[in-house]
């Protein structure tokens, strides 16, 4: 749902691409195309045929071939998207495979995740908190997830969010906004260093 509002929202003013990760088949790459989210050749799904998390974190190459192959088949893209399913609280992304992270939970887990803590909940640069609207329906305590998320993160931001209804969307796209185009143009005009 992140990766369809996003393209959704960015589409018509960035140049996009997508990279779904699946065990064994590309469902996510297919939800996308359904719901024409960006023009079907600007998606890559890729099946890890192993835990989608190894390949994100571990062994990225198949990831990096499919974000290789939408470059070279849009040189002009601005974002690139890569998406892996899943509630591994251990799941990460390997930094040489992406520039920020994203990490969402779901509230009809319960308001025990945040507190469960591991790498994905503590060290994402953005947690989303996902379909607050089902917390009376599962007896999850929204007070609760915020306690606890603020202990595991510190400083680092989360947001609590129902994306299906656009709840909370603009809030994401401010920050990728500054924390990811702004930051990679900067990037891009630093001058070169010597020595």
Avoid at 9 to 28: F, K, M, P, Q, W
Avoid at 48 to 67: K, S
Avoid at 136 to 145: E, I, K
């Amino acid at each position: 749902m992140l990766c369809l509002r996003l393209c959704q929202a960015l589409r018509d003013r960035l140049s996009l691409g997508v990279v779904t990760n699946d065990i064994y088949c590309s469902e996510d790459a297919d939800f996308l195309r359904q719901q024409s989210a960006l023009e079907p050749g600007r998606i890559r799904g890729v099946e890890t045929g192993g835990c989608p998390h190894t390949a994100i974190r571990d062994d990225t190459t198949m990831n990096e071939q499919a974000c290789r192959e939408l470059e070279t088949r849009f040189p002009d893209l601005q974002l690139l998207l890569v998406e892996s399913g899943g509630d591994n609280l251990t799941a990460t992304f390997s930094p040489e495979l992406v520039d920020a992270f994203i990490y969402v939970i779901d509230v009809a887990e319960g308001d025990k995740m945040p507190r469960k803590g591991g790498p994905a909940i503590r060290h994402s640069d953005l947690l989303l908190i996902n379909k607050i609207d089902l917390a009376p329906l599962v007896g999850a305590d929204l007070g609760v997830m915020d306690r606890d998320a603020r202990r595991q993160r510190g400083n680092r931001p989360f947001l609590f969010c129902d994306l299906k209804r656009h709840h909370n969307l603009p809030a994401v796209l401010d920050w990728i906004e500054h924390h990811v185009l702004f930051a990679a143009a900067a990037r891009t005009a630093e001058p070169p260093r010597h020595g």
